[in-house]
């Protein structure tokens, strides 16, 4: 009887520690696929404010309030929404990065509402260190995520801030040459 007893308990023990790991096992599957989503829909929303960033910055003159209508550009993205999405689910890494990134855009867009067009140096000292901030980021996801490391060499670039592809910054018109580096 004892022995009969002593084995129930062993027996129920297993299936309760059997069942909290599994269950701490699909919380952290769980975990990992709302990271995955927020952390897309963070890089989507931060591309879909830099691309009406730069249509601003192209034909500003056709907008009647340039700060107005670059506020516009971050909220008709949800970046403000999705920044704080992040910050619930995010590891601090990609938080930090995150903010960075959301800092950058920031920045990019105060320059844009100021009226600085794509080619002049205002504009290429802000955009590219928010490029930097944009590829820093995808590099911390995809590093927290476990997908293989990325590199600007990959891509036949020096560095991810995109100055040695920029027309303007090859060029010399728009940033100055201290700022290459």
Do not use: K, N
């Not at 699909?26 to 591309?47: C, H, K, M, N, S």
């Not at 403000?80 to 920045?107: H, K, Y």
């Not at 009226?115 to 901030?133: C, D, K």
């Amino acid at each position: 009887m004892a022995a009969t007893l002593g084995g129930a308990l062993i027996a129920m023990a297993g299936s309760v520690l059997a069942d909290r790991l599994r269950t701490r096992q699909e919380d952290r599957r769980g975990l990992q696929e709302r990271r995955r989503v927020v952390y897309t829909e963070f890089i989507a929303a931060a591309g879909a404010a830099h691309t009406e960033l730069r249509r601003l910055a192209q034909h500003g003159g056709e907008a009647a309030d340039l700060e107005d209508a670059s506020r516009q550009a971050l909220v008709d993205a949800r970046v403000f929404e999705v920044r704080e999405r992040l910050f619930l689910d995010a590891s601090p890494r990609i938080a930090r990065a995150g903010q960075t990134m959301f800092e950058g855009l920031r920045a990019l867009r105060r320059t844009v509402a100021a009226g600085a067009g794509v080619s002049t140096p205002a504009f290429h000292e802000v955009y590219h260190p928010y490029l930097q901030a944009v590829w820093s980021y995808r590099a911390a996801v995809r590093e927290e995520l476990e997908g293989p490391a990325l590199s600007p060499a990959e891509f036949g670039w020096s560095a991810w801030d995109g100055r040695e592809r920029c027309p303007h910054c090859r060029e010399g018109g728009a940033a100055p040459a201290s700022a290459h580096g």
